[in-house]
């Protein structure tokens, strides 16, 4: 079951054409030809294309789709990037120093486990309906995993090292974490931020389901109400893309931050 | 004793070491004396577990011996410093810092401007035969590199004493050959004081003046022989490795050697 | 000596748990303090401590919305109990052929790669026009949320497992079918099993955004009627429950985990 290459195309790229064709074709059969999905459930899949084309120009529920996805970015970016800012160093200081690491972490295992979603409604009562509520909550979302994986490079830090270190003169505690123990775990604390990127955004989606006036989520809601489910899938795609492209983003980013790690598979 | 200490570059008095395992305690080191003088390549053999990289690492000071005390120059060691070099077996390279970058680490560290640093790493390099590989990585680099940089890191540092605990034993028969040769060379070129622990009795003979055999644990003292001191094998150093290693004096002490380490495994049941 | 530093290490330990006990007491006494000493937050932004533990006493016995606290639990477990079991049933199956067939996995690879990255709350609009606000939509949700880490993490055990196994099993004259099922699959249990764990872990998430935005009952509903009856104290109980929910869940999975992969060490 090798690769059998038929001129420039292989059996893969043959099948994969073939199976978005398929669910493409059924999809229009359904919707369009035999007409049994009606078209407040699943729009055919021009209308898809029509619709976007719609939102990119003229404004929906208040901005164009454009604006909505700028809307969703600001909040995204300014909850993750303060939650990076103190997640990283508290996670990194818990790491190394035992006396920091008994006083957090008791509090912060008590909070984990709770999911950042749920705190949304207290965070509503808190801060209101505008932004700041949102960016609460996703801050909290990117925050925790900063501070495990942070904590964890850091713990996982070789002792070999460390001695090697100690053998070369470096002997401070301090010394040692900025020599040794943070470049050692700049790999697992990037791999936080991955994920902590990934939790914010689906937290941002969230809140904006729940309680906001632009944005995609609420783009995404107000397109249920009218009954137009093109546009919600629009929404979906463009959450599933922008997603995508910041995991990608922060993955060329690790490459170039680390460049002595081993290439994963996945 | 008081003399001798502070006569000699690195001295132990008594030292007897203990160390925890699952509840048990063990001594490891038991009642050691020891002194190395300055620019004396002194080799610890023995079987497996005896002792002697403990040993080492009190010298290093990264372990606290139970009882007894180490002294560098007449002064009491109390932890690691940059004047105790260490060579580890697993190379200890920081692999996010290229070749250059780890060899300087220890001047980079110690503020030492980069001009300088640039030309002791070119140095080093050069010595130890890796020119064109300044900026590869740690995981770009056989075992033998890797080693050969462990060691270019300690030296560009300057210790005044080398500590390298079976620094060979991970790599393959020939590398080791090589390896043995060049350590050979440099310790010719920038003489330095050298504790050297291995499992080899080859690797003992060719490289130590003095080859001090470990009893299996608790590790103690149970033969010293002055290799350079008696000229046991006259113009060794000079010589290739597989020209010392089939000379009758060489056999001759590698079979004495071995035999007193052997008798130590058979009789303390270690295999 | 030894007996020094094992003292000195009892100290420090000793000295650990002095200091995190300590700081939990400290966040309840600042807690405490801040909410009916000094009266700084209105009961309605911050309830007391002790207001929530009688609140998680009440609702045992007096319904909060349309159910009592056991009514809600139940609610939420339902949901999560079905949307894992589908998640399970389909990923599982689906991870390990299209793992072991590259035909199924060229085919089925792009719709996947289409629809994983849009996170499952982005789904929630679509779900509750789909399925309305009864258990379909939120099952739907959950499900979507298990079943990708799941589907992903079978694929990868099936498809990258030790090659040497595969041609021992070979040299003994087993046959395609039999190699997959007695030498492939249980090899990539560890890896299986992670993703359950991630998937779980995802579902509680999806399970809270579900009950938040279209719920009437459930541990996230009562979170949301928390905030929206200005009671912070339901809300509280709510996300200390769902917390609990999820640690035990983890905790399941864990524990079966190390029962199923007994053989391997670590």
């Known amino acids: 079951m090798g690769a059998n290459k038929r001129g420039p195309l292989s059996r893969k790229t043959i099948l994969a054409v073939v199976s978005g064709a398929g669910v493409i074709g059924v999809w229009f059969a359904l919707t369009a030809v035999f007409r049994v999905i009606p078209p407040a459930f699943l729009p055919p899949p021009q ?118 270190a100690l053998g070369l003169g470096v002997t401070r505690q301090r010394d040692l974490l900025r020599e040794v123990a943070i470049p050692s775990a700049l790999p697992v604390i990037l791999g936080g931020v991955r994920i902590g990127l990934g939790a914010a955004w689906m937290t941002l989606v969230a809140a904006e389901l729940l309680a906001s006036d632009a944005g995609l989520g609420y783009m995404m809601q107000m397109a249920r109400r009218a009954l137009e489910p093109s546009v919600i899938i629009l929404g979906m795609l463009v959450i599933g893309i922008l997603g995508a492209l910041m995991a990608r983003g922060l993955r060329v980013l690790e490459k170039r931050l680390c460049p002595w790690v081993k290439e994963e598979e996945h | 004793m008081t003399n001798e200490r502070r006569s000699a570059k690195l001295t132990a008095e008594n030292v007897s070491v203990r160390y925890e395992k699952d509840d048990k305690s063990f001594l490891a080191v038991d009642d050691v004396s020891l002194a190395i003088q300055e620019g004396e390549f002194v080799v610890i053999v023995g079987p497996s577990g005896c002792g002697k990289t403990t040993f080492m690492n009190i010298f290093a000071g990264l372990v606290r011996a139970a009882s007894g005390k180490v002294y560098m120059d007449g002064e009491e060691i109390t932890g690691p410093s940059a004047e105790r070099g260490v060579v580890f077996q697993q190379f200890a390279l920081f692999p996010w810092k290229t070749v250059a970058e780890n060899i300087e680490f220890g001047l980079k560290y110690r503020g030492i401007p980069k001009a300088q640093r640039d030309e002791t790493v070119r140095k080093y390099i050069q010595l130890i035969k890796l020119e064109g590989f300044e900026r590869s990585y740690p995981h770009e680099l056989s075992g033998g590199m890797k080693q050969r940089v462990a060691i270019a890191r300690v030296y560009a540092n300057r210790p005044q004493v080398l500590l390298m605990d079976e620094p060979f034993g991970a790599l393959d028969a020939q590398t080791r050959t090589i390896m043995q040769e060049d350590l050979s060379g440099m310790f010719l070129t920038e003489k330095r004081t050298v504790l050297f622990i291995t499992h080899s009795v080859d690797e003992a003979i060719y490289l130590g003046d003095r080859v001090i055999i470990m009893t299996a644990r608790p590790g103690k003292i149970k033969k010293i022989i002055q290799i350079t001191r008696d000229n046991l094998i006259p113009d060794r150093r000079q010589m290739r490795y597989d020209d010392v290693v089939n000379r009758k004096e060489f056999l001759d002490l590698k079979a004495d050697i071995w035999g007193l380490i052997k008798a130590e495994i058979l009789e303390k049941h270690i295999l | 000596m030894a007996r020094f530093l094992q003292r000195l290490g009892e100290r420090i330990y000793q000295e650990k748990i002095v200091l995190s ?202 979170i949301m009627l928390g905030g929206d009856d200005l009671k912070p104290e339901l809300s509280i109980t709510g996300m200390i429950l769902i917390g609990v929910l999820g640690l035990i869940a983890d905790r399941m999975i864990l524990r079966f985990e190390r029962k199923v992969v007994y053989w391997k060490k670590e």
Not at chain 1, 103 to 123: E, G, K, M, T, Y
């Open chain 3, 21 to 222: 006990i300590s700081s939990v007491l400290g966040f309840l006494f600042l807690w405490l303090l801040v909410t009916d000493v000094l009266g700084l937050m209105p009961a309605i932004v911050l309830p007391s401590p002790e207001k929530v533990f009688f609140t998680l006493y009440e609702k045992i016995l007096v319904p909060a919305g349309e159910e009592k606290l056991f009514g809600h639990v139940l609610a939420s477990l339902v949901r999560i109990l079905v949307g894992v079991g589908i998640a399970l049933a389909l990923a599982i199956p689906l991870g390990v052929l299209m793992g072991w067939y590259e035909d199924l996995d060229a085919l089925a690879s792009p719709i996947i790669e289409v629809l994983r990255p849009i996170p499952p709350i982005a789904w929630i609009p679509l779900a509750i026009l789909w399925f309305g606000i009864g258990l379909g939509s939120k099952v739907f949700i959950i499900a979507i949320g298990v079943f990708f880490p799941t589907l992903i993490n079978t694929y990868i055990g099936v498809k990258f497992v030790d090659p040497l196994l595969i041609r021992a099993a070979q040299t003994l004259g087993a046959g395609d079918r039999n190699i997959l099922w007695e030498v492939v699959v249980p090899a990539s249990v560890p890896l299986i099993v992670a993703g359950v764990r991630i998937g779980v872990g995802l579902g509680m998430m999806c399970l809270v955004a579900a009950e938040l935005v279209a719920a009437s009952s459930g541990l996230g509903y009562l």
């Open chain 1, 47 to 164: 209308n898809i294309v029509t619709d976007f084309l719609r939102i990119l120009g003229s404004p929906y529920v208040g901005h164009t789709l454009i604006g909505h996805t700028l809307v969703s970015l600001q909040i995204v970016l300014g909850g993750f990037f303060s939650a990076l800012l103190i997640g990283i160093p508290l996670g990194i200081l818990m790491g190394w120093f035992k006396r920091i690491e008994a006083i957090v972490d008791p509090l912060f295992q008590l909070l984990r486990p709770i999911p950042p979603l749920a705190w949304i409604p207290l965070s509503l009562l808190w801060f209101g309906i505008g932004i700041q509520s949102k960016i609460f909550v996703i801050w909290l979302s990117a925050f925790v995993p900063c501070v495990i994986n942070s904590y964890t490079g850091i713990r996982l830090t070789e002792p070999l090292l460390v001695k090697a």
